[in-house]
């Protein structure tokens, strides 16, 4: 067989169809979100919305087992939904109001969620062994119902954050000048929550809930080393998300591998080439424009010939 | 409470903040300051470091919430009644930003964004460029606000600012350590915007190079306006009490202990 035939088998099988539309989707909705966080330096909040799932994902099956659905983790990705929902509103109002700093409270978080999810499963009869497919991942065993719900979700994902990229990169940007023009920051900020909590459910199939973060983090780390605006970073990120997505599950199709660990790991070997080429680029650019490299920043005393 | 009446008496004032008070961190920051500032004036808010001059100007923005009191600009209530479309606050600097580049141009472009669009408008890209042209930062539009200098940062909020075409300026303590072409940019800025009609509202150490465009100054002290006339003499103003050549910028500034007594009920 050749290369051009067992790609044709590949595609005409419909489990691989699945994953592929779901790889593509999630690849490219969750760097937009992943940029935006980026920006606010918090990079990690997916991971602890990620956690958070977890615990919907375990309650989710408790009451599944209750009600005598089947299968019991019916429930499951809605559990997983409103978890995450509800982890990025708090994490928001801790933020707001709170003593406490951002990463204090997405600490809480992870704890919290993995404590959760571990507790309930147990509750609801299950074993850590049940979690395992939700935390790496099971692309494979994508459903038709699962990709509506997957497609609905990366839609509405993108749309809102191409839809409002103004908005949302004003608010990112500098916080204090968007409340002192009249924009409803803490609203915005939920809204970038909300979000991330329906990328992480959305990109749970596909990567796993402990590399969620990586697919909308790893991309745009590496679209900021080679271009140089907001823009560009946010559609190179999303071109590379879907990338190393449809790639990574490619090369799961050959062989055997976990999908979601292959996609990481390509994201970061993008990176690390990225890292490695970058002083090339960067030299060449210097060229074009040179300028001097001090930062000028203010001195700490007021010299006298500043004060003129 | 004193109020102006110098300026030309517009019905409806840039600036009209009544008792505002704001507590932060527990400590009594502003304590029932008014303050008026009328159609064209170019008013400037003197005081030491953590007098509450900065707070004041952030509590009129809506940045920190007040405690009591109202504040009007450009004849709307604070919230979404004000015309955010007219306003430019510049502040004192950039955040330290994210992981992610931003150009100047989006930088400026965010500036069309307020509490009344939450989408800039077609010609967004013409007006931003315009705006950087004003502070002479054109040719470097397309650069990463992080490559910057402190100084073309701090032009590069001006146009963020002036891409609003504001009636109503608001510039933190625009002299404190910055480059000279950078502080002529601010000079220059009021100028061409006192003599259009704006209004102008500057946080300042000393009156230094804006002296001459000053009409009136507002002094806090311990949260309270102290003084509010005509600007005083830069001579005067170095022998008074609130002459300081330090700028540490401690946020929220607290009051001294011995001084607290007079403040705090």
Do not use: C
Request: aromatic share 4%; proline share 6%.
């Amino acid at each position: 067989m050749t290369w051009f035939e067992t790609l044709g088998a590949m595609l005409s099988s419909p489990l691989m169809q699945r994953a592929l539309i779901a790889a593509v989707l999630v690849g490219a909705a969750a760097p937009v979100v992943g940029t935006f966080l980026v920006q606010r330096r918090l990079a990690l909040m997916g991971d602890g919305l990620g956690h958070v799932a977890l615990t919907g994902v375990a309650l989710g099956w408790l009451v599944g087992t209750w009600a005598g659905l089947v299968p019991q983790d019916a429930l499951a990705i809605p559990g997983a939904v409103i978890a995450a929902l509800i982890g990025s509103v708090a994490i928001e109002w801790v933020r707001a109001r709170g003593r406490t700093s951002g990463d204090l409270a997405l600490a809480l978080m992870f704890y919290g969620g993995i404590a959760g999810g571990v507790l309930l499963i147990k509750l609801a009869g299950g074993t850590n062994a049940n979690l395992v497919s939700y935390l790496f991942g099971s692309i494979s065993t994508v459903s038709t119902g699962d990709l509506w719900w997957t497609a609905g979700l990366a839609a509405g994902v993108l749309l809102v954050g191409l839809g409002l990229r103004h908005v949302l990169f004003a608010v990112s940007h500098d916080e204090e000048f968007a409340r002192g023009s009249g924009l409803p920051v803490t609203a915005i900020n939920m809204v970038v929550a909300a979000m991330s909590a329906l990328t992480v459910t959305v990109a749970m199939r596909v990567v796993g809930l402990l590399l969620v973060s990586a697919l909308m983090i790893v991309p745009v780390a590496v679209a900021q080393l080679v271009v140089g605006s907001f823009a560009r970073v946010m559609a190179l990120a999303s071109g590379i998300g879907v990338a190393v997505s449809v790639v990574g599950l490619s090369i799961t199709y050959w062989e055997d591998i976990p999908p979601g660990a292959t996609i990481v790991l390509l994201a970061i070997a993008l990176y690390a080439m990225a890292a490695v080429t970058r002083p090339l680029l960067t030299r060449r650019r210097t060229d074009e424009a040179p300028h001097d490299p001090h930062p000028e920043l203010p001195d700490d005393v007021d010299l006298p010939v500043a004060a003129r | 409470m004193r109020v102006s009446t110098g300026a030309a008496a517009a019905a409806e004032p840039a600036v009209l903040a009544t008792g505002v008070d704001v507590t932060l961190g527990g400590h009594q920051i502003l304590q029932g300051v008014d303050l008026r500032v009328g159609r064209g004036e170019v008013v400037a808010l003197l005081g030491a470091n953590g007098s509450g001059k900065s707070t004041l100007v952030r509590a009129l923005l809506g940045i920190v919430p007040r405690t009591a009191g109202e504040v009007h600009l450009l004849g709307g209530a604070l919230g979404n009644g004000v015309p955010w479309e007219r306003v430019g606050y510049v502040p004192q600097r950039l955040p330290a930003g994210g992981g992610v580049p931003a150009t100047g141009l989006e930088v400026v472009t965010s500036g069309l964004v307020h509490g009344r669009t939450l989408r800039p408008p077609r010609d967004a890209r013409k007006r931003a460029l315009a705006a950087l042209e004003q502070v002479g930062m054109a040719r470097h539009a397309r650069r990463s606000v992080l490559q910057m200098s402190g100084g073309q940062q701090q032009r590069v909020l001006i146009a963020r600012a002036l891409v609003r075409e504001p009636d109503l300026l608001v510039l933190d303590e625009p002299t404190s350590g910055i480059d000279l072409p950078t502080q002529e940019t601010f000079v220059a800025t009021v100028r061409a915007l006192h003599d259009a009609g704006g209004t102008v509202l500057v946080i300042l150490h000393e009156l230094g190079s804006f002296a001459g465009l000053i009409d009136r100054a507002v002094a806090l002290r311990h949260g309270r306006v102290v003084y509010d006339g005509p600007p005083p003499r830069p001579r005067g103003e170095h022998a008074g009490p609130e002459h300081e050549h330090t700028h540490p910028h401690a946020d929220p500034p607290t009051p001294g202990a011995g001084l607290s007594m007079e403040v705090l009920p």
